[in-house]
């Protein structure tokens, strides 16, 4: 049976989450053997004192470069071209930046759809202000504007 604990890191309680996810934070730095776990309503005990992690404690303790370093490849879930070359995954937890360089036709791919997408702007009330006018010169042209009979006006069709 797979036993749930919580765990308490920087006054953050954390769970359930199970035994193997606690050992891999240890291993990969996440936790220190500091840091308080439970399971249920048991009292809170430093991770370094509970015998279930023992065996990963003793690992930390023992400072084996050559284990400690194999653990932690084998513990980090990221893929192997996600790791940084020749570190531990302590070491660059985001730092800078965490997108790598990307090739150009992504970043114009992007730089359009910001493009596309970005909000209509702002017409300017010049703009209004001349449809307005039109408008207005069309309604006046139609009210006064009285077609003329040829009759009355003097003109024969001879």
Same mark, same amino acid.
């Given at each position: ?39 249920? *309503? !048991? ?5 370094? *004192? ?18 400690? !370093? ?5 513990? *980090? ?78 003109? !024969?069709?001879?």
């Amino acid at each position: 049976m797979n036993i749930l604990w919580y765990y308490r890191h920087e006054r953050q309680v954390v769970g359930p989450v199970p035994q193997q996810a606690v050992e891999r934070y240890l291993i990969l730095g996440r936790l220190k053997m500091d840091d308080e776990v439970r399971t249920g *309503d !048991s009292p809170w005990l430093k991770i370094g *004192d509970c015998p279930e992690f023992a065996p990963v404690c003793e690992l930390l303790r023992d400072g084996d470069e050559a284990k400690l !370093s194999a653990a932690r490849r084998f513990a *980090d879930e990221r893929s192997r071209s996600r790791r940084a070359d020749g570190q531990s995954p302590t070491e660059n937890h985001r730092i800078g930046e965490r997108r790598g360089e990307e090739p150009q036709e992504v970043m114009e791919l992007r730089s359009q759809r910001a493009i596309v997408f970005e909000p209509p702007k702002q017409r300017s009330w010049m703009g209004y202000l001349l449809i307005a006018c039109l408008i207005g010169l069309v309604l006046v042209a139609i009210v006064f504007y009285h077609p003329v009979n040829p009759i009355k006006v003097g003109f !024969s069709g001879h």
